[in-house]
């Protein structure tokens, strides 16, 4: 089974500059996640997809982030315009099931590693 | 206010040694638990899921267990391995599916 696909890896990009990332989660996933993990800490929610609807979004800094789940599988984050403090490791993560079963695993992709300078 | 704090914040241990990782929780209402492990550079990886109900769950050399009543967990590594150099990440599921994650302990296993 193919695991969730993130793309790209790294980036490096100056402040006030704008990155997109995107995520494909595994086939059938009705769940979608991204994360932002900054060095030495544990991830952090920035939004939740359940098909193409958004279910959690409120510590997504509107200002800056956006991210669309088209159709319901592909989703992209974007950042516009990056500050330094963005600096962190952007995760995506799918899980089957629609929220409702307590016991689905989520499965989580490599991560895009952001630097801005 | 939800929370999941972990201990150590780090941990160095020789190869072969036994270790165990802590994780106290206040998140109510509680779903479940899961314990993940994060090498460097990569993204998390599901050791162990922990309902309401279940007190232990092992996953090889990894033990779970869950006090639902004082609301802790520990990880327990067995037979350490140069491999389970790792982030080892408390997560709770609560109310509306959200997930809390902790900080999680930074393992080192020196040979």
């Known amino acids: 089974e193919a695991g969730v696909a993130q793309s790209p890896r790294y980036k490096i990009i100056e402040k006030r500059q704008s990155v997109a990332f995107w995520c494909n989660p595994i086939s059938g996933h009705a769940t979608l996640y991204w994360y932002q993990q900054i060095l030495g800490q544990g991830p952090k929610l920035l939004i939740q997809f359940q098909n193409n609807g958004v279910v959690d979004d409120s510590q997504l800094p509107k200002d800056r982030f956006s991210a669309e789940r088209l159709k319901g599988v592909d989703s992209t984050l974007k950042i516009q315009p990056a500050k330094l403090e963005d600096s962190a490791v952007y995760l995506c993560a799918s899980s089957p099931g629609q929220g409702r079963t307590s016991g689905n695993t989520i499965y989580f992709g490599e991560g895009s590693w952001l630097t801005v300078v | 206010k939800n929370q999941v704090e972990q201990s150590p914040q780090s941990l160095i241990i020789l190869e072969g040694k036994n270790c165990t990782l802590q994780c106290n929780y206040t998140v109510s209402p509680f779903s479940n638990l899961r314990w993940y492990k994060q090498d460097t550079g990569r993204g998390p990886v599901s050791l162990t899921i922990m309902t309401f109900s279940e007190n232990t769950k092992s996953n090889g050399r990894y033990t779970a267990t869950l006090d639902a009543d004082t609301k802790q967990s520990s990880l327990h590594i067995t037979a350490s391995q140069l491999s389970d150099s790792a982030s080892y990440i408390c997560?709770?599921?609560?109310?509306?599916?959200?997930?809390?994650f902790g900080a999680g302990t930074r393992l080192a296993v020196h040979p």
């Open positions: 997560v709770v599921k609560g109310g509306y599916n959200k997930l809390i």
